[in-house]
Nanobody, 125 residues
């Protein structure tokens, strides 16, 4: 049974930093591309950042480029999202997702077979 558990969310002021973690179990982590997505109130869920199996391909939404960094530790079965210079527009529930085995990284949510429950990030202005 695949489980993805996010942590690290919270309430911060604009300009602060947070680091989200997503611990994966029940799968061969190194074979799965991973992604971070977010859903803000009243908006559809959108991609934030994605990373391929061995981090050879990394992609970011334009809104977070140069502020956020995705990384992974295949030995620890964990993917991270370092978020710097946070803005009120970054307020959302953040989800991590895993592709099907050997799946390519993609901005498309349909490319991801497994999802975590999400962690709330709230940025006050």
């Amino acid at each position: 049974q695949v489980q993805l558990v996010e942590s690290g969310g919270g309430l911060v002021q604009a300009g602060a930093s947070l680091r989200l973690s997503c611990a994966a179990s029940g799968l061969t982590f190194r074979r799965h591309s991973m992604g971070w997505f977010r859903k803000a109130p009243g908006k559809e869920r959108e991609v934030v950042a994605v990373i391929s199996w061995i981090a050879s391909t990394i992609d970011y939404a334009d809104s977070v480029k140069d502020r956020f960094a995705i990384s992974r530790d295949n030995a620890e079965n964990t993917v991270y999202l370092q978020m710097n210079s946070l803005k009120s527009a970054d307020t959302a529930v953040y989800f991590c997702a895993a592709s099907r085995s050997l799946g390519a990284s993609s901005r498309l949510q349909t490319a991801y077979a497994y999802w975590g429950q999400g962690t709330q990030v709230t940025v006050s202005s």
